[in-house]
Each structure stands twice: as C-alpha cells, then as structure tokens.
C-alpha cells in the first residue's frame, strides 16, 4: 500500500497546520514504519515540526489515540518528546510534535550506544512505575492480540511450523495476570523507536504503552539485541542489568517470547508484502531466544 504523504491530506487540514505553525517552506514525507497513516518533517516559518497523522476510519486510529493520552501523562524526566499540538479535523487525527536532530540507536554488539539505551530504559521504569496514567488500558490486550496470531498460526497445519508442539505447549499455559502490574510500559521497544540526540536517547511512538509489569519493556529489548547480532544469552545479560528484570518470572518471560516468536512469524507468512523480510529476521531472532530459554530449564 503506498505511504500516504502531505499532500494526500484534505486542504483545509493542512491550512488548519499551517494556522498554527506557519507556512509550509518545505515538506519531506517520510517513509518506512509499519504503522499505517503519515508521517513529515515539515519546514514552516516557525521551525521545524513532526507531523503525523492517520485517517479516523484506519484500525490504527486507537493507537494514534493511545499516543496522544500517553504524552499527556508522561513525566518531565521521562526522556520523551512532547507533543506540540493535536488536533481531530476533517476525519483526520494529527499529532504534532518538535522534529528532533538524531539517528536511530545502533544495538549491534560493541555499540557505543548500548550503555545509554540501558540507561534509558533503566530511567524510564524509575519514572514510570507507578504509571503516571492511571486509566492506561492494561497490557494484556497487547498480548492478547498476539495470542490471537498465535493461535491462528498453530492451528493451520497447512503451513510449516518447526516445534509447533513446543510452542503449543508453551502457551497452554500462559495466563494474562503473568504480565499484569502497575508499571506504564512502552511495549514495543526496538532501534527504530530509539533516538540517539544530545539530550540523549529519546523514546518515540508509544502507541502500544499500556499498564503492566516493569520487566515487559526490558524482555521486548531481548529479541531485538538478537537480531542485532548478540547471542541470546548476551542479550539477556545486557537486560539483566535493569532492576526490572530481577522481577521478571522466568516462564512468563519464556511464553512471552514464544508469542513474540508467533507472532512475526504469522507476519512473515501473511503480513504486508513489503515488510515480511523484515518480520523473517525478527523471527529468527524470536526463535534464537526461545531455544537458548529453553535450555535454560
């Protein structure tokens, strides 16, 4: 589906942008995400800005939604940006926030930037537990919507699935309370959610944040190392170094990555075309990580 750009958004709402921020001089449509709508830096007479924005009949509309009430909950020391303006106009959500000088973190084994994003998510439990949004949906929708995949997955026997009794039996018994808590966590931490700038490393898109326990944050990074090129069990040492981790139980952590796994895997086979290499890696990784925990026990 191609990337919706500025100009595919009706003209009284870019007029309405312009109201507030000026003039467009410039606009540079960005593409890449996975998350449907559209995304500028956008170069008006009073600075540059970050302007995303979605259509209100998109299925990604709640998400954009789930942002916005996120940002306004965020603590000062929650290193964040803020939303700048956000507005609902002519059946489109628009969120506005400062266009931040950076590049994506790099998680690659011996990266100058792994202690930073350590120190970051080390700062973020701190600043978010207990959740400074007390309304927050709980985690466990999050979950359930990659049980959903998972189950599909497991159940289609038309396709190739390696340790489908494995996972099967790991995730009979999963229970939900396993993830609950009062922590707010970001739930989709990964490089292209993390900016390295001189304030720091700053954590973007929090359309998934929900309320549930600290370590999910910490156990989300873990694939995500694994794809960089850490081993599985460097990866776990490199989040073990998180307080919230100490409290992560160790078969909770283990079906999550078994959901984790399903669910890119699901993707890969009949997700968008465009994104299922992507999703290969992650679920190499996701694989990776349940087999080194699996040996673990």
Not at 66 to 90: F, I, Y
């Amino acid at each position: 589906m191609p990337r919706v750009t500025w100009t595919d958004l009706p003209e009284t709402t870019r007029t309405a942008v312009q109201a507030v921020f000026g003039e467009a001089k410039r606009v540079d449509d960005l593409a890449g995400g996975l998350m449907p709508g559209m995304a500028c830096r956008l170069h008006a007479d009073n600075g540059i800005v970050f302007l995303k924005a979605v259509r209100a009949d998109s299925p990604a509309f709640r998400l954009y939604v789930n942002e916005t009430r996120v940002n306004a909950a965020l603590p000062n020391d929650a290193p964040s940006p803020r939303l700048l303006w956000t507005a609902e106009l002519n059946g489109w959500l628009l969120l506005v926030f400062p266009c931040l000088e950076g590049r994506t973190v790099d998680l690659s084994p011996a990266s100058p930037d792994l202690p930073a994003v350590l120190d970051t998510l080390a700062l973020l439990g701190k600043a978010l537990t207990p959740s400074p949004w007390p309304t927050a949906p709980a985690v466990a929708a999050n979950i359930t919507a990659l049980q959903e995949k998972a189950h599909r997955l497991l159940t289609r026997h038309d396709v190739g699935l390696p340790g489908r009794d494995l996972f099967a039996d790991l995730l009979s018994g999963l229970d939900l309370d396993e993830f609950a808590g009062g922590s707010l966590v970001h739930y989709d931490i990964h490089a292209g959610n993390l900016l390295v700038t001189e304030q720091g490393v700053q954590v973007l898109d929090w359309a998934f944040a929900a309320a549930g326990a600290p370590w999910i944050d910490a156990a989300m990074l873990v694939p995500r190392l694994i794809e960089a090129g850490h081993s599985p069990a460097i990866a776990e040492d490199l989040v073990s170094r998180l307080p919230a981790w100490d409290s992560a139980p160790s078969d909770a952590v283990t079906r999550l990555a078994a959901l984790w796994t399903l669910f890119r895997h699901y993707k890969a086979l009949f997700g968008p075309a465009d994104a299922r290499e992507a999703r290969v890696r992650a679920t190499t990784a996701g694989r990776a990580w349940v087999e080194h925990r699996m040996a673990l026990r």
